[in-house]
């Protein structure tokens, strides 16, 4: 029976992810777990409801962050729990964090974003005898060597283990279907039923020398943004993998393109900005994506597991 705190010093550094995940993967290993959500920071209902895909977890949500509060919640989850996760809340200060670790003999788990590099180290070293380690999130591609050379030297310089470098990954940073709609101001056409579905590329249709088919197969899952008024770059992009039409201008498609909609399972919106404008709204999108997806669950299960010897953190 173990406590492990996850917190991260800054908001959106991956805390919630890790932490539902780690319990998900724990439950596999170790049986009943409890995971313990603080605060209402970033806890939306979609977030909380992605925790529907966990087996053998119970959830915990305290609204409170006081001290009494939550070391009573985490003594009664440890006697019925051979894990306890605490999600811990970004709105806490870090002695807040400090005194809850320590109350409750928990081991703490930092959550650190590769872009903040290591600055980290200092709200770490603050946890002294209960800190278990460092996960640096959101890899980019190239900035493993970065990592290895620069950033991991440093914590195990200080003391601190690097437990591991989850990479950056699309799914996670994905929007679905729904809420590109909504975040653009558009209107469903056809495929309303499809409005859960993610959407990890984007694409822009327009002419080339080679054919449709060849440019729109190189991405898969992808949304492609294209004139209301154009079935040749409809029909192309069609014949390849794909979740949904951004249509621009106000433009309805032809009834023929929205049959093949229907056939093949795609979703149309109908935005009134044109190409241009909506490709530069797209651009903007990801600061919205949230850990709110079962698809985004089972993918960072996936890339914690990778990544990490998870029994290291669960004993």
């Given at each position: 029976m173990g406590v492990v705190y996850v917190t991260s010093q800054n908001r959106g550094a991956g805390k919630t992810m890790v932490a539902t995940a780690l319990a998900g993967?724990?439950?596999?290993?170790?049986?009943?777990?409890?995971?313990?959500?603080?605060?209402?920071?970033g806890h939306t209902g979609s977030e909380l409801g992605i925790t529907s895909g966990l087996e053998n977890v119970r959830i915990t949500s305290l609204h409170s962050d006081e001290l009494s509060e939550v070391a009573k919640t985490v003594d009664e989850e440890s006697s019925n729990s051979s894990l306890v996760v605490v999600d811990s809340s970004s709105d806490m200060s870090i002695s807040g964090h400090v005194e809850i670790a320590k109350t409750t003999g928990s081991q703490v788990l930092v959550v650190?974003?590769?872009?903040?590099?290591?600055?980290?180290l200092a709200y770490a070293q603050k946890f002294e005898g209960n800190i278990l380690g460092i996960l640096i999130n959101c890899l980019t591609l190239y900035g493993r060597r970065e990592a290895e050379n620069k950033i991991v030297p440093s914590f195990q310089k200080a003391g601190i283990n690097v437990?591991?470098?989850?990479?950056?990954?699309?799914?996670?940073?994905?929007?679905?279907?729904?809420?590109?709609?909504?975040?653009?101001?558009?209107?469903?056409?056809?495929?309303?039923e499809y409005s859960d579905r993610l959407v990890e590329n984007f694409m822009v249709g327009g002419f080339g020398m080679d054919?449709?088919?060849?440019?729109?197969?190189?991405?898969?899952r992808k949304a492609v943004i294209v004139r209301g008024d154009r079935p040749d770059v409809q029909m192309s992009?069609?014949?390849?993998?794909?979740?949904?039409?951004?249509?621009?201008?106000?433009?309805?498609?032809?009834?023929?393109?929205?049959?093949?909609?229907?056939?093949?399972?795609?979703?149309?919106?109908?935005?009134?900005?044109?190409?241009?404008?909506?490709?530069?709204?797209?651009?903007?999108?990801?600061?919205?994506?949230?850990?709110?997806?079962?698809e985004k669950l089972d993918k960072a299960k996936e890339l914690l597991t990778d990544a990490v010897d998870v029994k290291i953190i669960t004993g």
């Open positions: 993967i724990a439950s596999g290993d170790q049986g009943s777990v409890s995971l313990v959500r603080i605060g209402s920071d650190s974003d590769f872009k903040d590099n290591d600055s980290s437990l591991g470098l989850i990479p950056e990954d699309r799914t996670l940073l994905s929007l679905t279907v729904g809420q590109i709609s909504e975040l653009l101001g558009a209107r469903f056409f056809t495929g309303s054919p449709g088919e060849f440019l729109f197969s190189t991405k898969d992009a069609l014949q390849t993998d794909m979740q949904c039409f951004i249509l621009t201008r106000g433009l309805e498609p032809i009834e023929y393109v929205k049959y093949e909609c229907e056939e093949e399972e795609v979703a149309a919106v109908i935005v009134d900005t044109n190409t241009i404008e909506t490709m530069e709204a797209v651009g903007s999108l990801q600061q919205h994506a949230r850990f709110d997806h079962l």
